[in-house]
T-cell receptor, first 111, second 117 residues
């Protein structure tokens, strides 16, 4: 699985968009980009995933560069409840693959 | 949406006790479930892969006789920490994925906080 690199921490003002970057320069053609987040003392929560097209759901948007070497998770209107550690993971899609968690980005949403 | 239930959510017990943690997929079938452990201020570390109807696959450094895994059905995997000691105190988390939905992501339980006195 491709290695991903994320900044260790970021701050965001409440109500503003939070843009979380992820570098995955060695990603292969069959690997998707997954985003999860972990709020303190809870299990990770799935946010979104994509292959090469931009994706949007009720939680966030995922922007993947054309060369697929990096991506950005966008929380359009961050709230205090979005404070969490966000993990970007590159993974092939089939049922057997386990997720390997790196350090993630600790997002602090401030009033 | 896919839901994974983990029980108990927390447990405190004496050293030497064995503790069983259950992981259930509530609305889908999962031939494979994963068990993770997380120490304070650290990321999740995969312990083992639980396969329905066969032996679990353990990561390097994880004692299979210490952490017994049973995956007897398509919706239930259990992790038993045998003869637990204070150093086994941690946050244990399971995950599962819908076997029949190839493009669906893994979903996680809410974790079990284990404290060994």
């Amino acid at each position: 699985d491709a290695k991903t690199t994320q900044p260790p921490s970021m701050d965001c003002a409440e109500g503003r968009a939070a843009n979380l970057p992820c570098n995955h320069s060695t990603i292969s053609g069959n690997e998707y980009v997954y985003w999860y987040r972990q709020i303190h003392s809870q299990g990770p929560q799935y946010i979104i995933h994509g292959l090469k097209n931009n994706e949007t759901n009720e939680m966030a948007s995922l922007i993947i560069t054309e060369d697929r070497k990096s991506s950005t998770l966008i929380l359009p209107h961050a709230t205090l409840r979005d404070t969490a550690v966000y993990y970007c993971i590159a993974l092939p899609v089939y049922a057997g693959n386990m997720l390997t968690f790196g350090g993630g980005t600790r997002l602090m949403v401030k009033p | 949406g896919a839901v994974v239930s983990q029980h108990p959510s927390w447990v405190i017990c004496k050293s030497g006790t064995s503790v069983k943690i259950e992981c259930r997929s509530l609305d889908f079938q999962a031939t494979t479930m994963f068990w993770y452990r997380q120490f304070p201020k650290q990321s999740l570390m995969l312990m083992a892969t639980s396969n329905e109807g066969s032996k679990a696959t353990y990561e390097q450094g994880v004692e299979k006789d210490k952490f017994l895994i049973n995956h007897a059905s398509l919706t239930l995997s259990t992790l038993t920490v045998t003869s637990a000691h204070p150093e086994d105190s941690s946050f244990y988390i399971c995950s599962a994925r819908d076997y029949y939905q190839g493009n669906q992501p893994q979903h996680f339980g809410d974790g079990t906080r284990l404290s060994i006195l």
